[in-house]
């Protein structure tokens, strides 16, 4: 059985390549600080966020 290789994806808000960042379905991806700093605007319950580029709501994992 073959690995998935991790593609490096960028941050759409700094631009740096972390080891995770949040995606969308949509190609979207945002580091853990960048998302930690916008939640407010992303999440109106700490459980969903909305992507910014196509508003699907996408899952934090803590449910």
Known sequence: MRSR?????PCAC??????????CRCGFAICQA????N???????????QCPDCGDWNGFGNQ
Do not use: L, Q
């Open 5 to 9: 290789r991790r593609k490096d994806i």
């Open 14 to 23: 700094c631009h740096a390549i972390t080891p995770f960042n949040w995606t």
């Open 34 to 37: 960048c998302m930690y700093e």
């Open 39 to 49: 939640v407010w605007g992303m999440s109106c319950n700490h459980i969903t966020w």
